[in-house]
C-alpha cells in the first residue's frame, strides 16, 4: 500500500507523512515526511489518531486506527480500497472482534493474504476517488 499510496500523492502533488517505529529508508521527495515514534504499541496509531485533521486521509489496515481517523474527521482507506466511513466502520469493527475471537478459539485459522495484483488496483482505484473527492470538497 505505501508504494501505491506515494505515486498516487506524486500523482496529485499531495504531501504525505509516513509513521513507524524505525526501520524506513528515508525518502528523497520533499513531499514525504517520516515521523519516527518511540517503539510502544500503538505508537504510531496514537501519534496519528492525535495529529490527524478534516482533509487528511489516512491509509491504513487497522481498523480501529480507521475509526479514530474518522472521529478525527479525516478520512480512511483500508488495503482493500474501500474507505471507512462513519456509515460502516461499526460493523467494521464488530467483524474485526468477531474473528479475533473465532481465531482465539481455533475455530479460524488465521491465513495472512497476500497482495494481489487486483487488491493493488482496487485500492489505488479507491485511493484516486478519496483523493478526487477531498479535492473537490477542499
Known amino acids: 500500500m505505501k508504494a501505491e499510496s506515494l505515486r498516487v500523492a506524486e500523482r496529485h502533488r499531495l504531501p504525505v507523512i509516513i509513521v513507524s517505529n524505525g526501520g524506513l529508508r528515508p525518502s528523497r521527495d520533499p513531499n ?8 510502544e504499541p500503538d505508537a504510531a496509531d496514537d501519534w496519528i489518531a492525535a495529529n490527524a485533521v478534516p482533509g487528511d486521509i489516512v491509509v491504513t489496515a487497522d481498523i480501529p486506527l480507521a475509526a479514530r481517523a474518522l ?10 480500497g474501500r474507505p471507512f466511513t ?13 474473528k479475533r475471537h ?3 478459539t481455533g475455530a479460524l485459522e488465521s491465513a495472512g493474504r497476500t497482495f494481489s495484483s487486483a487488491d493493488r ?12 473527492r477531498a479535492a473537490k470538497a477542499g
Open 102 to 104: 473465532l481465531r482465539e
Open 32 to 39: 514525504v515526511r517520516h515521523v519516527v515514534v518511540p517503539k
Open 71 to 80: 472521529s478525527a474527521g479525516a478520512q480512511a482507506i483500508g488495503a482493500d
Open 121 to 132: 488496483s482496487r485500492f489505488l482505484g479507491g485511493l484516486e476517488t478519496m483523493v478526487r
Open 86 to 98: 462513519d456509515a460502516s466502520i461499526g460493523m467494521a469493527v464488530a467483524m474485526r472482534d468477531l
